[in-house]
């Protein structure tokens, strides 16, 4: 079974430039999250989609931030424009239902 | 708010046990989980706990929970060199759609 899949796993830009994350969960996960890592940092949730609606986004910070997931599967998560406090990774996971995060390798942002 | 609390290093000799502890808010936790964090990769479920539960043994780790002090440890018996990660404690519950929380993580050193 092909686990959570996230791209690009590297990238570095200068602030106030944009920057979009994918994901693509375990097929027929219902619930996708995306969470950020902040070195040092236990993961914080930003978003989590149940199949294509949102079920909590309190998280965002929406001024910059926005994420969906298009037919209930993929999943793209931006930043515009990026701060210097946006340097971290990017984790996405999925999960069948309440329980198990199923997390892929993530996404380290470099913001200079 | 939820919150997850654990310290943030442990260092132990090869063949010792280790025991990482935490601390959480939310008594209507459901599950309470250990994930494990090896370099450059994303969080793996290594065991979890019900809420109804007070211990729970899977070959060398065990999980011990007490509720009334919202107070959960994990026990690596024979702590070996592959074992040194980051292990993050988090709880998973009901309130407004399900949400898992994360501790900061624990470093663990395992010294051969």
């Known amino acids: 079974e092909a686990g959570v899949a996230q791209s690009p796993r590297y990238k570095i830009i200068e602030k106030r430039q944009s920057v979009a994350f994918w994901c693509n969960p375990i097929?027929?996960?219902?619930?996708l999250y995306w969470y950020q890592q902040i070195l040092g940092q236990g993961p914080k949730l930003l978003i989590q989609?149940?199949?294509?609606?949102?079920?909590?986004d309190s998280q965002l910070p929406k001024d910059r931030f926005s994420a969906e997931r298009l037919k209930g599967v993929d999943s793209t998560l931006k930043i515009q424009p990026a701060k210097l406090e946006d340097s971290a990774v990017y984790l996405c996971?999925?999960?069948?239902?309440?329980?198990?995060?199923?997390f892929g390798e993530g996404s380290r942002l470099t913001v200079l | 708010g939820e919150d997850v609390e654990q310290s943030l290093f442990l260092s132990v000799r090869e063949g010792d046990s280790s025991v990482i502890n935490c601390t959480y808010t939310?008594?209507?936790?459901?599950?309470l989980y250990w994930y494990k964090q090896e370099p450059g990769a994303g969080l793996q479920l290594l065991t979890y706990?019900?809420?109804?539960?007070d211990m729970k043994q899977d070959q060398r780790l065990t999980v011990l929970l007490n509720k009334k002090d919202k107070h959960l440890s994990l026990r690596i018996a024979d702590t070996q060199t592959g074992d040194s990660a980051i292990y993050f404690c988090?709880?998973?519950?009901?309130?407004?759609?399900?949400?898992?929380?994360f501790g900061a993580g624990t470093r663990l050193f395992v010294k051969a």
């Open positions: 996971a999925s999960s069948l239902a309440a329980g198990e995060l199923f």
């Open positions: 097929s027929g996960h219902a619930t």
């Open positions: 989609f149940q199949n294509n609606g949102v079920v909590d």
């Open positions: 939310d008594s209507s936790s459901t599950y």
């Open positions: 706990i019900f809420s109804n539960m």
């Open positions: 988090a709880e998973g519950g009901h309130t407004g759609g399900f949400k898992t929380i």
